[in-house]
């Protein structure tokens, strides 16, 4: 079953001669257990789709559900299901760590001794443990990410939005953080992620769609990908040397699939 | 990294909106009572009841002309200046704004509403804080409040209400502005509407003018309220003029308010 089904989603902000296009007839749909890499340059209307999936944002057209739940229609049931880090890390610095996994617990509907366990479980299996009592603000930018990650998974989400979660992060945290993406993707959970580095959707995507010009320009499996650049009738290893950036160029160049 | 959990069965249901309420104020208040921010207002609130007795307090026609204390007298205008604390209200969202905190809590099973309540009354209860503080000094400086205890509990009642209202507008100012600086300045706004008030003396001897503004301005009528409860007693009417005053103001900054959210949450943030 789909976990995110995407159909004909546009997005326009402003009027008249002012109006500007972010998403155009967007469709795509993600199953339990994928990781979906939603490709693009800046602007290219990936953050503006992950803002429509997580209820941030009411799409013009189109219709998407999550969980088979519609995103518009029943938006708080849609956020019991999903977790998210946005772009910019989006935690309160002023508390610790264990403080605010603490409390999203809590509001998730845990009871306390509940919430405190599942904090433990989170610090434990993020390595959270030599920061969890500091202050967030005055962690580096590889544990904040980290601690956005924890959060976004303090409820078990069914669904997890990772919008360009490894920008600024040092190799040594970015590897660390593939891992555990991996390893959310092998327990079930649906993953759904947006970035710029065309290295890690190689590395972590089941399948990936390039948006250019507001709409998906093609979608499919790197591999598939590659090997449609590499003309689909060639032997598989006419692809061996292409990665997802010789793709990435060619759609951007043609504005047409490979 | 170390394993994780197996994953539980149950999903948890989100808590009833007053439990989002109280996890929330608790979440802010710990943030607002490290704000210097704050602290400096009270600060400057117990220096105002000190400037004005020094200043007027030791002129003998002053003291006559409001009953012999004048702490008494003054106790009401310091409690308003501690009002501004009501800000916090604001500031609280615009940092969520900014440090996209706020966007989170939207991704959550969180009602919005939640959000809105919980920051507007870490306002109020700064502003009940504040004033419980000065009224105390006040005691402590050599006011006698004539309805006693009892008393300025409805003095700090009237505060909190009033800190209500003020929390509203600086919600109304930090939402749409979305600017530390300019939510932190839009208390200035409302010292005017202070001033042009029996702040300083009877309103009897208020030039006209000015008379005229504060029998408009709802900050005459908390004032005059207070000043009844401190300084002559139970007094019904000025009491209900004061607690109708700060209802209407709470009620139409709130109302601003929710107007300003509902819009913003619909734009997106």
Request: net charge negative; glycine share 12%.
């Given at each position: 079953m789909e976990r995110i089904c995407v159909e004909g989603i546009s997005k326009h902000f402003g009027r008249g001669s002012k109006r500007v296009d972010a998403l155009r007839d967007v469709s795509f749909a993600v199953g339990a257990g994928e990781i979906f890499g939603l490709l693009g340059s800046n602007s290219a209307g990936k953050s503006t789709m992950v803002s429509i999936l997580a209820t941030l944002m009411q799409p013009s057209a189109g219709s998407a559900s999550v969980a088979g739940i519609d995103v518009v229609a029943h938006p708080a049931r849609v956020r019991r299901s999903i977790g998210v880090v946005l772009?910019?890390?989006?935690?309160?610095?002023?508390?610790t760590g264990r403080r605010l996994l603490g409390l999203h617990a809590r509001l998730h509907g845990y009871a306390r001794p509940a919430a405190r366990r599942r904090v433990d479980e989170l610090v434990a299996m993020l390595d959270l443990g030599a920061f969890a009592?500091?202050?967030?603000?005055?962690?580096?930018g590889g544990v904040r990410r980290r601690i956005d990650l924890a959060l976004a998974l303090v409820h078990r989400p069914t669904v997890l939005y990772l919008?360009?979660?490894?920008?600024?992060?040092?190799p040594t945290s970015r590897l660390a953080l593939w891992d555990e993406i991996r390893a959310l993707r092998d327990e079930g959970t649906t993953i759904l992620l947006t970035t710029q580095q065309l290295d890690e959707a190689e590395r972590l995507a089941d399948r990936v769609a390039f948006l250019g010009g507001a709409s998906i320009v093609t979608q499919g499996s790197p591999a598939a990908l590659k090997r449609a650049l590499a003309r689909?009738?060639?032997?598989?290893?006419?692809?061996?040397?292409?990665t997802l950036e010789d793709v990435y160029l060619a759609v951007t160049t043609t504005g047409a699939p490979p | 990294m170390s394993r994780r959990a197996p994953r539980d069965a149950s999903t948890p249901q989100p808590p009833r909106w007053p439990v989002q309420v109280a996890l929330l104020v608790g979440r802010s208040s710990a943030g607002a009572g490290r704000n210097p921010v704050l602290a400096l207002n009270l600060v400057l609130a117990v220096f105002f009841l000190l400037v004005y007795d020094g200043s007027l307090g030791g002129a003998k026609a002053v003291v006559d002309l409001v009953g012999g204390n004048f702490y008494n007298f003054i106790l009401p205008a310091a409690v308003l200046a501690a009002?501004?604390?009501?800000g916090a209200a604001g500031l609280i969202l615009v940092n969520d704004i900014q440090r996209t905190y706020l966007q989170r809590q939207l991704t959550m099973p969180v009602h919005r509403s939640a959000i809105m309540v919980s920051a507007v009354t870490v306002g109020a209860l700064q502003v009940a804080l504040q004033a419980i503080v000065v009224l105390g000094f006040g005691v402590l400086l050599g006011a006698e409040p004539r309805t006693g205890v009892a008393g300025l509990a409805v003095v700090v009642v009237i505060a909190l209400i009033w800190g209500l209202g003020f929390a509203g507008y600086s919600v109304m100012v930090g939402v749409l502005t979305r600017d530390v600086q300019l939510t932190s300045a839009a208390?200035?706004?409302f010292v005017p509407l202070i001033f042009m008030?029996?702040?300083?003396?009877?309103?009897?001897?208020?030039?006209p003018w000015v008379r005229f503004a504060s029998s408009v301005n709802p900050a005459s009528y908390v004032v005059e309220g207070m000043r009844a409860l401190i300084i002559?007693?139970?007094?019904?009417e000025p009491i209900v003029k004061a607690l109708a005053a700060s209802i209407g103001f709470a009620a139409v900054m709130l109302s601003g308010a929710i107007l300003v959210a509902r819009w913003s949450f619909r734009r997106g943030f």
């Open positions: 772009q910019a890390s989006s935690v309160d610095g002023s508390q009592e500091r202050r967030i603000d005055r962690l580096s919008d360009e979660p490894t920008g600024g992060l040092d689909s009738d060639a032997p598989s290893d006419a692809s061996d040397g292409l | 009002a501004v604390a009501g208390g200035l706004l008030s029996p702040l300083l003396v009877p309103a009897s001897e208020l030039k002559r007693g139970w007094e019904v």
